[in-house]
């Protein structure tokens, strides 16, 4: 988003064209104290206010039904993302806000496939992410995976590095 928008000002039509091109969604970033990237966040505002609140009718009733995923890095350890953790709360409750725009707009949510230490896994490690990360794409797209528990591999810790 950044390499499309490097100055923050977003094309709300050509956003609203291939969001309503697509047959899922996925929003894939890394984690930024405790949510999703600035950008991300004003994509939001600017495409998701004008499709449901200004254009519901023409836009945002055709998007309706299109399920996404969320896709999230994150630095620290899973073990930190809990009650017990220097975090306080799982990862998965601080994307509560991105399920409720989900719920918000009908678009079935599936769970999110979480990378934990993501900028300090090792190449091999970074490799079998990405294959789980492949995996779980492929399997959501051949339809499973909406409103189902998490599995194993949709939660990636850096127990290899």
């Not at 104290?33 to 200004?54: G, N």
């Not at 519901?56 to 993302?81: D, F, H, I, R, S």
């Not at 009908?106 to 496939?113: E, I, V």
């Amino acid at each position: 988003m950044y390499g499309l928008y490097p100055s923050g000002a977003i094309d709300a039509d050509a956003e609203v064209a291939r969001l309503l091109s697509a047959d899922r969604i996925v929003l894939q970033f890394p984690v930024q104290w405790y949510s999703t990237p600035a950008l991300l966040k004003a994509w939001q505002d600017a495409v998701l206010t004008r499709m449901f609140y200004i254009r519901y009718e023409q836009e945002g009733k055709l998007l309706e039904g299109v399920p996404l995923l969320v896709a999230a890095t994150a630095g620290n350890l899973a073990e930190a993302y809990s009650s017990t953790g220097e975090n306080l709360f799982p990862l998965t409750d601080l994307l509560r806000p991105l399920q409720a725009t989900a719920n918000r707009c009908g678009l079935p949510w599936s769970p999110p496939f979480l990378v934990y230490r993501a900028n300090k896994l090792a190449p091999e490690a970074l490799a079998v992410a990405a294959q789980r990360y492949v995996h779980r794409l492929n399997s959501w797209r051949e339809g499973a995976g909406v409103g189902e528990a998490p599995t194993p591999e949709g939660e990636i810790s850096a127990i290899w590095g």
